[in-house]
């Protein structure tokens, strides 16, 4: 985790009473009270910075705008919407076909009295599709709404996870430079010590000590700016999480985006992240597919693919369908005038039903048959691959866990105060004149790596643990409030 370190005055100046004397060891009193200041940065590897700035983000926070600012959430509401209502549709009749004509009409004169069979004709017809086509049609769709709010369980999750690891990054880049520059300061007394020693040829010091204090100095440069680009780099993906839906005059004129840059401070308190389902995933046994089954069969993306499953069921019923004969009635209405001699004739009324005879279409919709037959097992088999891929996914992120929790371990027992004792006794060494210069410095440099280490050790842990958590996530009663578990102490 990330550690706040404290500098510790009084045991400094005890150190300073055990010198001999103090002529002329000034040189020695800010080398041996530089080091003791880099040898108590272990002593406080448990204690956090509690001075937080008002517009430090917290992971909670960052996933909450996330979350709310993605966009792919609002289209998935749409897609929705038009889901159902094209489900709604689907089961309303086509139109009736209204006909409007005249029949029997003479073409010498066209005068409707002339013949007794002419008259004006007024008709309706019905279609009615195959089968149940209106019903399958409706029941699909309404499945693939029903898809929606599975993959905004998701697709919020996802996000949770994905936020999570670059806020995780930008705070292992964050606190890793704090370490670096705090320690650097001292460092910087060093070479200037040892340099006084050098010109004032006090303590044995040598050009090559001064030359290895300005190297390691160098040496923690050049990891400040590699820190700082994956800093950078981390809070640049981050941002792009939070930028909501560009308005349109920004679209119309780039250069009105320079305002939108977000600026980010990260607290500076490593969050913990409850595991879930520990005294499953935290057994040094692999685990059976069958023992992980009834967590991911929960998952939301893998039933966000049964709805699709069973959708493309109801697509090979909708095949079906087309074996059977499409019906139809109509009726008309004719109106007669009186004819040539006066005489009013009888109006009509027809009434017919029509249906189609599939016969010669058997070949071409036992090929349409089959084909959505196939989609249908292609998309069972999409989803045993997802279902496979995440046992798998699951079980590796399992068996980093178990890694991590032994050399988290492994650091907290031995090495953070082996590294610490070293750098005290490299110290100790020198001030007797039982060892050189570098041996300081080397022990000093050990000291700041092990607790860098241990920095990323727990952010890897961290990590790994969101990455489980997305494996056993529900959808919710309200399948939009899906996201991950954060319990911020």
């Known amino acids: 985790m990330c550690r706040r370190y ?4 009084p045991i400094a100046h005890w150190l300073l009473s055990l010198l001999p004397t103090r002529r002329a060891v000034t040189a020695v009193s800010i080398i041996s009270l530089s080091f003791l200041l880099l040898s108590s940065l272990s002593v406080q590897a448990n204690e956090y910075e509690t001075n937080k700035v008002s517009a430090a983000l917290s992971l909670e926070r960052a996933i909450t705008l996330a979350q709310r600012n993605d966009p ?118 060093l070479v200037d010590t040892t340099e006084s020693n050098f010109v004032s040829a006090m303590k044995g010091t040598r050009q090559q000590d001064l030359i290895r204090a300005q190297l ?40 009105s985006l320079v305002g939108l840059d977000i600026q980010l401070n ?39 693919l049964e709805q699709k499953v069973t959708a493309s069921r109801l697509n090979i019923d909708l095949a079906k369908q087309k074996y059977k004969p499409q019906w139809g009635v109509n009726a008309s209405y004719g109106y007669r005038d009186k004819d040539s001699r006066g005489n009013n004739g009888a109006d009509f009324f027809s009434l017919g039903f029509t249906f189609d005879l599939p016969i010669f279409t058997t070949k071409r919709n036992d090929s349409e048959l089959q084909s959505v037959v196939s989609d249908s097992e292609a998309i069972k088999t ?8 995440m046992l798998t996914e699951l079980e590796a992120a399992r068996a980093r866990l178990l890694s991590l929790n032994q050399r988290q371990s492994l650091y907290q027992s031995r090495l953070v105060k082996e590294a ?45 643990i969101v990455q489980l958590n997305y494996f056993f996530i529900k959808s919710a009663s309200k399948p939009d409030n899906a996201r991950l578990e954060m319990n911020h102490e």
């Open 266 to 304: 990260l607290v500076n308190q490593l969050p913990d992240i409850p595991l879930k389902h520990a005294e499953l995933l935290q057994t040094s046994s692999p685990l059976s597919a069958q023992t992980l089954w009834p967590y991911i069969a929960e998952h939301p993306a893998v039933r966000s």
């Open 420 to 464: 610490h004792d070293y750098a005290e006794a490299s110290l100790n060494a020198y001030t007797s004149d039982d060892a050189d210069f570098y041996e300081v410095v080397r022990a000093g440099i050990a000291e700041l790596n092990v607790s860098i280490d241990a920095l990323d050790i727990d952010v890897e842990k961290m990590k790994t």
């Open 216 to 255: 390691e100095i160098t040496r923690l440069d050049d990891r400040l700016i590699v820190l700082n680009e994956r800093h950078d780099l981390a809070l640049f993906k981050l941002c792009q999480w939070f930028q909501a839906e560009l308005p349109q005059q920004s679209m119309e004129n780039p250069e």
């Open 6 to 9: 404290q500098f510790f005055h």
């Open 382 to 389: 999409e989803k045993w691959l997802l279902v496979r891929k």
């Open 72 to 189: 792919w959430l609002k289209g998935s509401f749409s897609r929705q919407q038009s889901l159902e209502s094209r489900s709604n549709a689907a089961a309303i009749l086509p139109a009736p076909k209204v006909s409007l004509g005249i029949a029997n009409l003479p073409i010498d004169d066209f005068d409707l009295n002339q013949e007794p069979m002419s008259q004006l004709k007024l008709g309706v017809a019905q279609d009615f599709p195959r089968g149940d086509t209106l019903v399958l049609r409706q029941k699909r769709l309404s499945l693939l709404s029903t898809q929606h709010p599975f993959q905004r369980d998701n697709q919020m999750a996802k996000v949770s996870v994905a936020v999570a690891q670059l806020w995780l990054d930008a705070f292992r880049a964050q606190e890793s430079i704090r370490m670096i520059e705090t320690n650097r300061e001292l460092f910087d007394y």
